[in-house]
């Protein structure tokens, strides 16, 4: 059966009672959608401030490729395995956004038997937290023209205004585009553009955000534009635009609780891409899990060299959490697709494109523990291709490494296919031992913090920038050296080149441009082709989706 119609026979616990019976949460601090969503009230997460904090456990993975690792289905798996092991344990994921739901990736709720329920809710309108980050975003946009328009008193020049448009679908012809045209009545006409949502400052602050105090704060210092002439910085404050702001995402700030196919329970909340954002769910609720939980489980976006080191270098230093063990998924299918096998060809059997393509895990193994200290585990996302004689190769090459490497069934199985990999994260969550730590200091310039990456992840051989970014760097680097750093590349290589597959090295990376996110407090580095708007393909996933006369859809994976 397909991802749906596995997820359209699952029976699902009402949400009040699984939360009750699971997580000691009363009916009134739940604020219901429908009866298996709800989201959790401020009050009672505030009320969970004494208590101790959980284990918790992050999943990453290896560098995507069409042949797919599973990091979400994982996720989930282990999550469960958890629980039917006796261990009170949470996940907590992103929210999937309609962008790609609709071109190339399809839903991100999980897969088989490992899934987010209520599937079709998750991965379309869900509670509406991202029509409402939309909304917030765009209303900034409106004040600023309607600002200018009104004679612009605060003197800001139109050609240096940092604040974009917004829209959560892939639409390539919405990236660069002139505004106001018609004559005086609309406006004065200026170059714009659109970014997707989860690219949006606005999403970032929601997703790192402790409060609505912070919320409403964050969203003052975004950073609109300069004056003309004396160039000095104008704020969302300035514009008196955030208050309304956060009032349109008092409800969004509030984490999303639902259940997998087994009836645990997940928060699915915030759901920014790790290639142009920093791709983590929310801090409230990582942080309101590991309250309630003794184990939680969360992911970071597509490869370690993206939501992992962002996930630490971004997340982890703002909200003052880290992870005690990392899981690394990865596939036979996708190592030997590293290894410069045809898609076609991925389900025959192939020692020699496998040990050419383990680089790629190598790489992103070696990364979590030389370079961020901690223990990791390789999970191998199991498909009923793979031959005996390549999971052995694939586990003795990771144990070669200092590592294990378990075989996981979860997508076939539920969380029975990842005990195995439980057991081995409940090993090395026994032994406590983890050195954690940031890969770069927190005061370091910019342009060290950018070098950092580039070398000691990506594996380049240095940076180049040109004149008008390292006018930018130049720029910001006084006043916004203290920020980390969230660099924009491929998701699909190590380098900014999307064809180089494995673990190219001596390359040189790229900045095409840099954005201070003043209210999320960090500085986005944009490097090579990559866009923060993407566009459909040519056979766009939306082609597949349909519903019937009774409301029951299909096509979405």
């Given at each position: 059966?397909?991802?749906?119609?596995?997820?359209?026979?699952?029976?699902?616990?009402?949400?009040?009672?699984?939360?009750?019976?699971?997580?000691?949460?009363?009916?009134?601090?739940l604020?219901?959608?429908?009866?298996?969503?709800?989201?959790?009230?401020?009050?009672?997460i505030?009320?969970?401030?004494d208590?101790?904090?959980?284990?918790?456990?992050?999943?990453?993975?290896?560098?995507?490729?069409?042949?797919?690792?599973?990091k979400?289905?994982?996720?989930?798996?282990?999550g469960d395995?958890?629980?039917?092991?006796?261990?009170k344990?949470?996940?907590?994921l992103?929210?999937?956004?309609?962008?790609?739901?609709?071109?190339v990736?399809?839903?991100?709720?999980?897969?088989?038997?490992?899934?987010?329920?209520?599937?079709?809710?998750?991965?379309?309108?869900?509670?509406?937290?991202?029509?409402?980050?939309?909304?917030?975003?765009?209303?900034?946009?409106a004040?600023?023209?309607?600002?200018?328009?009104?004679?612009n008193?605060?003197?800001?020049?139109?050609?240096?205004l940092?604040?974009?448009?917004?829209?959560?679908?892939?639409d390539r012809?919405?990236?660069?585009?002139?505004?106001?045209?018609?004559?005086?009545?609309?406006?004065?006409p200026?170059?714009d553009?659109?970014d997707?949502?989860?690219?949006?400052?606005?999403?970032?602050?929601?997703?790192?955000?402790?409060?609505?105090?912070?919320?409403r704060?964050?969203?003052?210092?975004?950073?609109?534009?300069y004056?003309?002439?004396?160039n000095?910085?104008?704020f969302?404050?300035?514009?008196?635009?955030?208050?309304?702001?956060?009032?349109l995402?008092?409800?969004?700030?509030?984490?999303?609780?639902?259940?997998?196919?087994?009836?645990?329970?997940?928060?699915?909340?915030?759901?920014?891409?790790?290639?142009?954002?920093?791709?983590?769910?929310?801090?409230i609720?990582?942080?309101?899990a590991?309250?309630?939980?003794?184990?939680?489980?969360?992911?970071?976006g597509?490869?370690?060299?993206?939501g992992?080191?962002k996930?630490?270098?971004?997340?982890?230093?703002?909200?003052g959490?880290?992870p005690?063990?990392?899981v690394?998924?990865?596939?036979?299918?996708?190592?030997?697709?590293?290894?410069?096998?045809?898609?076609?060809?991925l389900?025959?059997?192939?020692?020699?494109?496998?040990?050419r393509g383990f680089?790629?895990?190598e790489?992103?193994?070696?990364?979590?523990?030389?370079?961020f200290g901690?223990?990791?585990?390789?999970?191998?996302?199991?498909?009923v291709?793979?031959?005996?004689?390549?999971?052995?190769?694939?586990?003795?090459?990771?144990?070669?490494?200092?590592s294990?490497?378990?075989?996981?069934?979860?997508?076939?199985?539920?969380?029975?296919?990842?005990?195995?990999?439980?057991?081995?994260?409940?090993?090395?969550?026994?032994?406590?031992?983890?050195?954690?730590?940031?890969?770069?200091?927190?005061?370091?310039?910019?342009?060290?913090?950018?070098?950092?990456?580039?070398t000691?992840?990506?594996?380049?051989?240095?940076?180049?920038?040109?004149?008008?970014?390292?006018r930018?760097?130049?720029?910001?680097?006084?006043?916004?050296?203290?920020?980390?750093?969230?660099?924009?590349?491929t998701?699909?290589?190590?380098?900014?080149?999307?064809?180089?597959?494995?673990?190219?090295?001596?390359?040189?990376?790229?900045?095409?441009e840099v954005?201070?996110?003043?209210?999320?407090?960090?500085?986005?580095?944009?490097?090579?082709?990559?866009?923060?708007?993407?566009?459909?393909?040519?056979?766009?996933?939306?082609?597949?989706i349909?519903?019937d006369?009774?409301?029951k859809?299909?096509?979405?994976?």
């Amino acid at each position: 059966m397909s991802d749906i119609e596995i997820a359209q026979l699952a029976k699902m616990e009402p949400i009040i009672s699984l939360a009750k019976d699971k997580l000691g949460i009363d009916a009134e601090h739940l604020d219901p959608y429908g009866r298996y969503k709800a989201k959790l009230s401020l009050e009672f997460i505030e009320g969970l401030r004494d208590r101790p904090d959980g284990k918790l456990v992050l999943v990453t993975a290896i560098s995507p490729t069409p042949a797919g690792e599973g990091k979400t289905t994982t996720t989930v798996g282990l999550g469960d395995a958890l629980n039917r092991l006796g261990h009170k344990s949470m996940i907590c994921l992103r929210e999937p956004a309609l962008g790609p739901c609709f071109g190339v990736k399809g839903g991100a709720a999980g897969g088989g038997y490992s899934q987010v329920m209520p599937m079709e809710d998750i991965n379309l309108h869900f509670t509406g937290d991202f029509h409402a980050i939309g909304v917030a975003h765009n209303l900034l946009s409106a004040m600023i023209d309607n600002h200018i328009h009104q004679g612009n008193e605060l003197n800001l020049d139109v050609r240096r205004l940092h604040w974009k448009r917004v829209i959560d679908m892939n639409d390539r012809a919405l990236r660069e585009m002139v505004v106001a045209l018609g004559g005086a009545p609309n406006g004065f006409p200026r170059q714009d553009g659109f970014d997707i949502i989860a690219a949006s400052e606005v999403m970032a602050i929601l997703c790192l955000s402790n409060s609505i105090k912070e919320l409403r704060e964050r969203l003052g210092n975004i950073l609109v534009g300069y004056t003309l002439g004396d160039n000095k910085a104008i704020f969302a404050r300035d514009l008196r635009a955030h208050g309304a702001m956060a009032a349109l995402l008092k409800d969004a700030l509030l984490p999303n609780l639902v259940q997998t196919l087994e009836n645990n329970p997940v928060f699915v909340h915030g759901g920014p891409f790790a290639n142009i954002a920093h791709g983590c769910n929310t801090v409230i609720a990582t942080k309101t899990a590991l309250k309630l939980a003794d184990i939680v489980v969360t992911e970071a976006g597509f490869g370690a060299d993206l939501g992992a080191e962002k996930f630490i270098d971004i997340k982890c230093r703002k909200a003052g959490i880290q992870p005690d063990v990392v899981v690394l998924v990865a596939t036979v299918r996708a190592l030997k697709s590293h290894g410069g096998v045809e898609v076609k060809d991925l389900g025959v059997e192939n020692l020699e494109a496998l040990e050419r393509g383990f680089v790629n895990l190598e790489r992103h193994l070696t990364n979590i523990q030389q370079q961020f200290g901690l223990p990791c585990v390789v999970g191998i996302n199991h498909f009923v291709s793979d031959t005996p004689a390549e999971v052995d190769l694939l586990k003795q090459k990771v144990e070669a490494l200092g590592s294990k490497a378990i075989v996981c069934t979860h997508w076939a199985e539920g969380g029975k296919g990842a005990e195995n990999l439980a057991h081995e994260v409940l090993s090395i969550l026994d032994k406590g031992e983890t050195g954690f730590r940031f890969l770069y200091d927190e005061h370091a310039p910019l342009w060290d913090k950018i070098k950092a990456i580039a070398t000691k992840i990506y594996g380049a051989a240095d940076i180049t920038a040109d004149i008008k970014a390292r006018r930018q760097l130049a720029e910001l680097s006084e006043e916004y050296s203290h920020f980390p750093v969230c660099i924009a590349k491929t998701q699909t290589s190590f380098s900014h080149d999307p064809t180089l597959k494995g673990a190219p090295t001596g390359h040189i990376l790229p900045i095409r441009e840099v954005r201070p996110a003043h209210g999320a407090e960090f500085v986005v580095v944009i490097c090579g082709s990559i866009m923060t708007m993407p566009g459909l393909p040519k056979k766009p996933a939306a082609e597949r989706i349909d519903v019937d006369e009774m409301g029951k859809i299909s096509g979405l994976f």
